[in-house]
Every structure is written in C-alpha cells, then in structure tokens.
C-alpha cells in the first residue's frame, strides 16, 4: 500500500524528486553527455583514420612507392647543384601508357651570374614539333646570343606534346624556384584535346576546375597514386591498353563550336593563364604571353558536322547544292561555287568544310577579306580542335594585353603571321600542316619574343652591351643550328608517314595533299645520300664551333654518323651527349642499339642498364635489355624487361615480337 502510495505521489508531483535517476528534468543533461561523447568518440575515430592513413602514406614513401610529381627533381647523376626535368611527371594527368616525355633539361638550381634565364612554357608545337633541334626557342637562344655576347643566356624549355594549361599550371608553380628573368608562353592548341578538355581521352572530360585541382592534389601523395592506378587497372581506357596513337586517338571525340563544355573549358583556360602570369610575375620575371598561330589558308577542318536538327529533306537539298558548289569549284567557276555555297550555307552553316572550300573560292575571285572570314570560320568550326580558335585568342589577348602589370607582354602572332602571309591569310610557308611551325614560322616566331625581350633588356643593361643592332637572318639562324637539307628531308619524311594516318585521310582533297609530300620527299631523297649527310656532319662541326655546349648538336652528329655507318665516331659523339646530360638514358639507349649493330652483345648490356639506372621507366631501355638477354638466351630476363618495356609503351612492336617468340 504504501509502494503504492509513493507511485501515486510521484505521478501527482513531478517536481518532486528532480535528482531521481530516469526523471524527466535529468533527460537534457544525459543528451548532452551522449552528444559529447559521440563527438569525441568521432574525434578520436577520425584521428585514428588520419593516423591511419598518414602511417601507410608514411609506409608507401618508405618503401619508394609511386613516382615525383615536381617537373624539376634532383637525379644522382646530376649532381647536387642541379635538377632535371621528371620524366614521369605526366603520370599525374593521364595514363603512364600515353604520358609524353619532355625534352632533357639540366639546369643548375642557383642561376649563374651575367645569366639571363628564359623559361618557356607551351605544347607540341612550343617545343618544335616535329623537329624540336629547329624549335623557336633554339632559335631565340642563336638570336640572343649573337645580340647580346656578353650576357649568357640559358633556355628551359618546359614543353611536350599532348599537355595542355592544367598540365602548365604546376609545371610554372614550380619554375618559380629558380630564378627565371623571363617568362615566355605558347599554349592553347591542347585545351579541348588535353586533360581534363572536353575531347579529351585521358580522362574525365570537363569536370569544376575545383575538382580538377583537388584530383591533382591528391594524387601528389602516394596513396592518391595507389588509388589511380588500382582504378586505372579495373576500368583500363581502350587508348591505354592500346598506348600512344597520336592524333588519331581522338577520332570519335567531335566537339561542336557550341558545346557547352566549351564554356566550361574557356574559363578553366583563362584561369590557368592568369594564374601562370601570375606565378611568374610573383617570382621577378617578366611574362611574354603569345596568341596562337594556325594554318588557315592550307588546312581544311579535320571534322564537320551538320547542324543539330536537320530533316531529311533539308539534309538532301544541302548536300545537292553542296555538290553543285564543289562541281563549279573544280570547273574554276568560282562564283558559281560561291552562289551554290550561300544557298547550302541557308540551310546547314555550321559544316566546317564548307567554309574551307567558300574561302577558298572568295580567295580565288580575289576577295580577301570574305576569304579570311571563311577560313576562320573553317577552323572554328572543326569538330576535332587541335587548333586554337578564335575565342581562345581572344582570351589570352584579354588576360596579357589587359594586365595592367609592366611585367607583362602580349605578342600577337597571329596578327603578325597574318600580316607577312600571302593576301594576309597565314598557310604551308609557316605552318607544315594545321599548327607545327616550318623553320621559316619558327624563326617568326622566335624574332617576335626576341622583340620584346631586346625591349626589356634595353632598359636594364648599360649601353653598349649589344655588339650587334640588327637580328642575325634566318639562314644565318639555320647555320648556326645545322639545319640543312639533310634536315629537311628527315621532316618530310617522317611528315609523309604522319600522313598515312586515318585521322588525315578524312581530310579534304587528302590524296592531292599525300602526292604533294611524297613529291617533295622525292626532291630532297639527294639529300639522304652519304655526300649529302657529310655536307650535314660538317654544319654539325661549325655549329658546334661556336657552342660546344650544345648537347643537341652532338647528338645530330651522332645520328647523321650512325646513318654513315661510322660507328666509332657516332659512339664518341653519344658519349658526349651522355657528358652533357648524364641524367638522360637517350644516349646509353643509342649505344646499345650501336653495340648490337656490331654485333657486341656484352658492350650492348652494359649501355641498356645503364639506360635503366638512370630511368627505370624507359620503355626503349627495357626493350633493349629485352632483345641482348634473348640474344644470350636469358629467358627469364629477357620475358621480364620485354613485359616492363610492354607495360610502359604497347606500341614496342620489336619488344611484343620478341615476347611472343
């Protein structure tokens, strides 16, 4: 009864016994220690995953895991004083099977004293492809040198194929170390087909720039790569099982002019450059920004496509006048073509080849400001973009010409090209096809960044400095870099087998093109001969007269040695070029074919491992240690440095030959 009672009450007053355990008023302060200790229960579950996953990133380092992702890093055999270019730094932005490789760069960390430092930052076409010993930037380095002897001047050129502003980005963040005075950039051709661009293959295609930085960010820690390279294996591209497939890897990536990935792109670029001026104004240089040069006169589109939203029936009378037009053409009845050419135009104006062949006909009735409209509106339409367009221009133009920095300068190449061009429209003089300069468009290009350096320059050093007030000329240029016809004929060649690629044979008028080159490889076949390559030699040995230095002409003169068959001497002349840049397997590599030439497997071995001592992840190293172990009948190593040299580059046709044997 009494129980009973107390029940009661305690019903009847709840405010009585306040303290009791389970009564209503002690709920809050109970939720309140759970919550507490929830959260620190969280605190102490995150740092224990944050002490986690910094003990295995501790682990992975330890144990060597991954790769550098700096651009510049020091390499034993180097030397302390310098850094070199990182061989696998485009790991970081596309598959190890399709990274490209930059030139070799030995640079001495602290810059030496009376030296002007010059950093040049671009793609394929920046580096000088396709013959990179008659690059721009050699060409700078002649002309300079010439016009200011008493200063020294030392070119880093930071370009390779395929990379694009995301790429340049970090390559410039870390230039910014090592004291460059000037700062020249060349980009634009790579955005839509490049990383992270919206034709891209390497990966995901137009993602937040804020996306695209942290994915960077992350994978410069070695957990970041573990996690790249297990998604890579459980979902391999088609174009990194295959490897490098240059231009043609792009074939089904057709972006229209009207995308709205482009919108994406075009602001992801003009971020990229404003930031890359700004890394190298912070760090006391001076920027030299240029708009992009392409052939418009010579190149029609690689793609067109049809407007969205054509019927049937409109698609047939665009296609009958279409015809009409390029029959009128082809019959020199130009303004017939041009009447069939508006009236198609009416119906479907967004087919890139149209335009070609409008300004093409325009060009022949002599109207040349219509032609020009026409060809611009052909590049800028072309559905494969491996040519900068107008608006791209037009952003760098606003960036650097709108820089209210003294530092800054703009060079408007494409206004210049234009304005030396027949009839003002730029074509074949300068460009060898859609956007790789000619030694002639290399030399423009050079003297227009040299403008502006010499104008900089006058207003720090003392007068009298320059020896000479005039340029050296552009023969006096291809002289001093042993650009010969033997050269010459090297280009066209290898520009012939580029021609045979699907990706050209869609072109317009392709075998009209093809015959061209195989013509013009015909006319200089003279200078394959041994006569020929000795005149080369002997421009190799003039050049290298004035600049000993130069491991570049060396190594011309070791090829045009092989190719004589004088063995001995193209050793010498490797050997050299491995004295020059001893971090580089190039030279060890060229060796060892030598050695195999003469039939010296011993001597071969030791080239080609010394090749992977200095790069480990040298495909043509491993191939070639592959072919001498199989030589000797060292199954088992030469299965293991044939399957290396296959994972690094499929395209080893020699290295899988051997492997299925």
Request: hydrophobic share 40%.
């Amino acid at each position: 009864m009494e129980n009973n009672g107390r029940q009661k009450n305690k019903q009847k007053n709840p405010a009585q016994g306040v303290s009791a355990k389970g009564s209503p008023r002690s709920l809050p302060v109970a939720n309140a220690k759970s919550f507490r200790h929830r959260v620190i229960g969280a605190i102490v579950s995150g740092l224990s995953c944050i002490l986690a996953l910094a003990m295995f990133e501790l682990g992975l380092r330890v144990a060597r895991y991954g790769y550098a992702t700096a651009f510049f890093v020091k390499h034993p055999a180097a030397g302390p004083a310098n850094v070199v270019e990182n061989q696998q730094f485009a790991w970081r932005f596309m598959p190890v099977t399709l990274a490209r490789r930059p030139e070799p760069i030995l640079l001495p960390v602290r810059k030496p004293e009376r030296t002007c430092r010059i950093f040049v930052f671009g793609e394929s076409a920046a580096i000088g492809d396709p013959a990179p010993p008659f690059g721009f930037s050699r060409i700078l380095d002649v002309l300079l040198r010439e016009r200011y002897p008493s200063i020294r001047f030392e070119i880093v050129n930071t370009a390779f194929t395929a990379i694009n502003s995301h790429v340049i980005v970090p390559i410039a963040r870390n230039a910014q170390r090592f004291g460059g005075d000037f700062w020249l950039v060349y980009m634009g051709n790579n955005e839509v087909i490049g990383p992270f661009g919206s034709g891209t293959v390497f990966g995901k295609q137009s993602p937040p720039l804020p996306v695209i930085r942290a994915s960077l960010a992350i994978k410069t820690t070695k957990i970041g790569q573990l996690m790249d390279v297990a998604a890579q294996r459980l979902v391999p591209s088609p174009e990194a099982k295959k490897g490098w497939g240059g231009m043609d890897m792009f074939l089904e990536q057709q972006v229209r002019r009207d995308d709205p990935r482009l919108m994406t792109l075009h602001d992801h670029f003009k971020n990229n450059l404003a930031d890359i001026i700004d890394f190298g104004t912070g760090s006391g240089a001076k920027v030299i920004v240029s708009t992009m040069v392409s052939n418009l006169r010579d190149w029609p589109p690689f793609g067109s496509m049809h407007r969205p939203g054509l019927s049937d029936g409109q698609l047939k009378e665009w296609e009958r006048l279409y015809s009409l037009a390029i029959n009128a053409e082809q019959n020199r009845n130009f303004t017939e073509a041009i009447r069939n050419l508006t009236l198609a135009a009416q119906i479907d104006n967004e087919f890139a080849e149209l335009h070609f062949r409008w300004g093409r006909c325009s060009l022949a009735t002599g109207n040349l400001d219509e032609a020009k409209v026409h060809f611009v509106l052909a590049r800028d339409l072309d559905t494969l973009r491996f040519r900068t367009d107008s608006h791209l221009n037009e952003l760098i133009r606003k960036v650097a010409g709108g820089s209210s920095s003294g530092s800054v300068r703009l060079v408007d190449a494409e206004k210049e090209f234009n304005a030396r061009s027949p009839d003002q429209i730029v074509g074949s003089q300068f460009l060898y096809e859609h956007v790789h300069f000619t030694f002639a468009g290399n030399y423009l290009l050079a003297r227009l960044f040299a403008d502006q350096i010499a104008a900089f320059l006058s207003a720090t050093e003392p007068k009298g400095a320059s020896a000479n007030a005039q340029w050296l000329s552009e023969n006096d240029c291809a002289a001093r870099l042993a650009y010969t016809d033997t050269q010459r004929y090297e280009i066209a060649n290898l520009l012939l087998r580029r021609y045979e690629e699907p990706i050209y044979r869609r072109q317009l008028e392709y075998n009209e093109r093809f015959k061209r080159q195989q013509l013009e490889v015909a006319e200089l076949r003279t200078a394959s001969k041994p006569t020929a390559r000795r005149r080369g030699l002997d421009a190799c040995r003039q050049a290298l007269a004035r600049n000993p230095n130069d491991w570049v002409l060396h190594d011309l003169s070791a090829r045009l040695l092989t190719a004589l068959e004088e063995y001995d001497s193209a050793e010498k002349e490797w050997l050299q070029v491995a004295k020059l840049i001893p971090h580089s397997a190039k030279p060890h590599v060229e060796l060892g074919k030598i050695k195999l030439q003469l039939n010296k497997p011993d001597e071969a071995l030791y080239a080609f491992q010394t090749a992977v001592q200095l790069d480990p992840v040298s495909a043509d190293a491993h191939a070639g240690l592959g072919k001498v172990y199989s030589l000797q009948g060292k199954r088992s190593e030469a299965v293991r440095h044939l399957k290396k040299a296959l994972r690094l580059d499929p395209t080893q046709k020699e290295a899988a030959e051997l492997l299925s044997n």
